[in-house]
């Protein structure tokens, strides 16, 4: 036992099990075993043989012992196992990240030291964010090495640009300390003179060049850096562009161009050009390139402001010395001039007050003529306007810039010039002859006015020598001319009206009411003229009402429209009032004028009316509850195509479009259905056309689209007699018929006259109708083709829409057009791949934003259907 033990305990320890270690493992079980069994026999007082063996194996219990005492060491070596081989696992992993450490400390260390030049990637984690920073860093040195070079090529150029007050000489040192700082071949530098860009200093090959050179502004390259303002940075250049000898490099061409404007707050100052031999140039010489053009382009325009300067200030000296020598001259002439002065001011003074009595009696004159009440015109004898007063504006609007007179033929009624024609040509023979014309005369407000002239031949008088014209504005003596005339004429009217008229002032008192109103309530006229309200004996409820209205219309001034019963002459009286405020010239209400109109046997007749509309009202609901009972709706097109809708609005309670569907066995038919009219004519045919075409399914095995629409063409013109002779009838229907295989995936469509839209991989084709309707009176020696059937093999997804013309012949949108066929491609096609949920809220929306506050014309059916 202690050597098994042992044994255990060492193959605990051991990685691999050798064939000795079995062996002896088996022996040790069989010797446990042998223990067991010699128990079991001792306790049955049994001896130990292999008969009694096999005699206590006939009990459960000691093969179960048996299978015990076998299934733990199988246990214990299974676990060994499994923990030998987590082991070796483990081992693995941890060689592999010591590894990938000792990599990553190496990768660190070289990051640490700086050499990023030469980094690579390690597998994990941690290697690849090492490598992001060596990477960052990198790129953070060479941004920091570029952004250096930078600043003190800045530096270097700005000490030069410091170092010089000379144009010349500047631009000479600035090119060659650019070229020779960025490694350039050779360039020229241009300032802008007089819209042109000129050349004043060339740098190549070490050495300054004299190439004097004018190049406009928006020619070549130079030229369109300096329109445009912008860096030109080009690889590419032509042969003859930039071609300079140099005795020692020989004859070199440069392979890059930088071309850049010199710009001060925006605006030009030159430009610069440098070639190099690179082909393609580093990201910070063209960075530097950029910042110098506001540096140098601000140096340069001090500059010249200072040339500038220092020539205004020498000019300005040479002009001093010139006033000096011309000061002694001018002391002289300014004495000999204050002596004409004084001279000159005393005639000034006699002169100012003779021109100031001119001037106040032509301003006397002008406010005469301006706010006179007429005006004055003088013709000549060839009818010419000569002159005309101010006051024209005043009264006619137009001025002397409107270059219109008061006889303007222009502004004149043919009536009104036929009259002042004949006027002046009476003057004209009539030598000191004197007339008076009225016309009428279009105002500049647009404003009708009538006006009144006197003509008076004064050609022979040598102060006018013209005919003159006294024009004044006649309207208000018109207006009221004709007032009193309408209000003798009202009166006429009043007297013979059949309507009650009574005038009150604002005190309550009659004082006009007209002979009829005894007849509305029983009293004599002249019985209440005079009389105020509350003193009346007339009906309580028309007494409060006029004491009412006056009331209101005090405080409102607003017309009072009524409805009231009076009881007159044994009977009650229905009366529409209406008490109208009259106000005075000055708006003032003055009375209020009650008007009432007998409604009596118009009251009777209304509500037999409004009785026969509530039946007729009645029966059309009835027949609109029938006609939404028969017809289908979008829930039994969905039943069998769940993504699909019916965007359906009558135009009336009941409507002569209509959807319809059928199934019979593998096919189903769907059809938007259009027939003649709308309201209950429309659909009475709809209940025709519905029965119809179930009919014609129910009797055929199989019938195609154009197939049906064939047989009901005939049908309907049989049920209507339309084929019967002595016929007029044209009612019929306009339809698009849809016919689907559910097994074969087969789509047919036949129309009259309306369309198919068919949407498939976000293509819309079109499918048009045969050109004929369903219905009709046949036409005499026409032969009618049948209809045509149009086949296509659907796929699912494929989407169809058919329609009514009722949403292509909507009017409305900002121009009061239609909504046109058009429109319902254009929102397929412009979102083909949308569902039927988006189409369906489209159009719904489109149709009621496109009708506005239009009404709708006609029955609005459209159907899509996703297959």
Excluded at 176 to 181: D, L, P, Q
Aim: net charge negative.
């Amino acid at each position: 036992m202690a050597r098994l033990s042992k044994k255990i305990k060492q193959l605990l320890t051991m990685s691999v099990f050798t064939e000795r270690d079995w062996y002896l493992l088996s022996l040790g079980l069989l010797f446990v075993l042998f223990l067991v069994w010699a128990g079991f026999m001792s306790f049955n007082d049994l001896y130990f043989s292999a008969r009694n063996i096999a005699i206590i194996h006939r009990s459960l219990l000691v093969w179960g012992i048996d299978l015990l005492v076998v299934s733990i060491p199988v246990c214990i070596l299974a676990i060994i196992n499994f923990n030998y081989e987590q082991k070796k696992k483990l081992s693995a992993e941890i060689n592999k990240l010591k590894s990938q450490l000792d990599k990553n400390v190496d990768l660190a260390e070289q990051i640490g030291r700086g050499e990023l030049d030469d980094i690579e990637l390690v597998d994990g984690k941690l290697s690849e964010a090492l490598f992001n920073l060596g990477t960052n860093l990198k790129s953070t040195k060479t941004k920091e090495e570029s952004y250096n070079w930078i600043s003190k090529g800045k530096e270097k150029i700005s000490d030069i640009l410091r170092s010089h007050n000379k144009v010349n000489q500047l631009a000479d040192d600035v090119i060659r300390g650019i070229i020779e700082y960025s490694g350039g071949l050779q360039g020229s530098l241009y300032l802008l003179q007089d819209k042109e860009l000129v050349n004043i200093a060339t740098y190549a090959h070490n050495r300054k060049r004299f190439e004097k050179q004018v190049v406009p502004v928006g020619k070549g390259l130079i030229g369109d850096v300096a329109f445009e303002k912008q860096l030109i940075y080009r690889t590419e250049i032509p042969d003859d562009y930039f071609h300079i000898t140099s005795g020692l490099l020989g004859d070199r061409k440069p392979k890059s161009l930088l071309i850049v404007p010199l710009l001060q707050e925006e605006e030009l100052q030159g430009v610069f050009e440098i070639g190099y031999l690179q082909e393609s140039l580093p990201k910070h010489i063209i960075k530097f390139a950029e910042e110098l053009s506001s540096v140098i382009g601000r140096t340069f325009y001090n500059l010249k402001i200072n040339e500038r300067t220092e020539l205004l200030l020498q000019e300005s000296q040479e002009m001093t010395v010139t006033l000096k020598e011309n000061e002694k001259q001018l002391q002289l002439n300014a004495a000999e001039m204050i002596e004409a002065q004084e001279e000159l001011e005393k005639s000034n003074k006699l002169l100012e007050g003779h021109i100031q009595e001119v001037e106040h009696a032509q301003q006397r004159l002008e406010a005469l003529l301006t706010n006179a009440s007429e005006f004055i015109s003088i013709y000549n004898e060839k009818q010419e306007l000569v002159f005309e007063s101010p006051s024209v504006k005043q009264i006619l609007g137009y001025g002397p810039e409107d270059e219109v007179s008061g006889m303007d033929p222009e502004l004149m009624t043919p009536r009104g010039y036929k009259t002042i024609n004949n006027l002046f040509q009476y003057l004209l023979v009539t030598p000191g002859g004197e007339r008076t014309a009225q016309y009428t005369y279009l105002k500049k407000s647009g404003e009708k006015l009538f006006l009144e002239t006197t003509g008076k031949n004064l050609l022979h008088d040598p102060a006018i020598k013209g005919i003159i014209f006294n024009t004044q504005d006649i309207t208000e003596r018109k207006r009221a001319e004709k007032e009193e005339r309408m209000k003798s004429r009202m009166q006429s009217l009043s007297e013979n009206s059949p309507d009650m008229i009574i005038r009150i002032n604002t005190g309550g008192k009659l004082v006009y009411v007209n002979p009829k109103v005894a007849d509305f309530i029983g009293v004599p006229a002249m019985d209440l003229v005079k009389k105020r309200v509350t003193e009346l004996d007339i009906d309580e409820r028309f007494k409060a009402y006029m004491l009412d209205s006056l009331k209101q219309i005090r405080s409102e001034e607003e017309q009072i429209i009524s409805e009231i019963e009076v009881e007159a002459a044994e009977q009650t009286l229905i009366m529409e009032i209406k008490a109208i405020p009259e106000l005075n010239e000055d708006k003032d209400l003055e009375s209020v004028l009650f008007v009432a109109h007998d409604m009596t046997e118009f009251k009777k007749i209304e509500q037999e009316i409004k009785e026969k509309n509530k039946k007729i009202s009645d029966s059309i609901n009835y027949a609109q509850r029938i006609q939404t009972a028969i017809l289908p709706d979008t829930e039994v097109l969905q039943q069998f195509f769940p993504r699909s809708f019916i965007f359906y609005r009558p135009k009336d309670v009941v409507s002569g479009d209509f959807p319809w569907m059928f199934k019979k066995g593998r096919h189903f038919y769907v059809a938007a259905v259009d027939c003649t009219g709308h309201g209950v004519p429309g659909a009475l045919l709809s209940f025709i056309g519905y029965f119809l075409m179930n009919n014609i399914v129910n009797a055929s095995e199989s019938v195609t689209a154009a197939e049906l629409l064939d047989k009901l063409h005939l049908d309907v013109r049989r049920t209507l007699r339309q084929d019967q002779e002595g016929s007029n009838g044209r009612d019929g229907m306009d339809l698009a018929l849809v016919k689907i295989d559910l097994e074969s995936n087969e789509l047919q469509f036949s129309g009259a006259h309306n369309p198919l839209y068919y949407l498939s991989d976000g293509e819309l084709s079109v499918y048009k109708g045969s050109r004929k309707g369903i219905g009709g009176k046949p036409l005499a020696r026409k032969v009618e083709k049948d209809f045509e059937n149009n086949v296509v093999q659907y796929k699912k997804g494929d989407q169809f829409f058919i329609f009514s013309d009722g949403l292509p012949d909507q009017v409305g949108g900002p121009k009061g057009r239609k909504y046109q066929s058009k429109r319902i491609r254009e929102a397929l096609e412009s979102e083909p791949n949308q569902t039927m949920a988006h189409f369906e809220r489209h159009f719904s929306n489109d149709f009621y934003d496109w009708m506005g506050e239009l009404k709708q014309v006609d029955d609005v059916l459209l159907i899509g259907v996703e297959l």
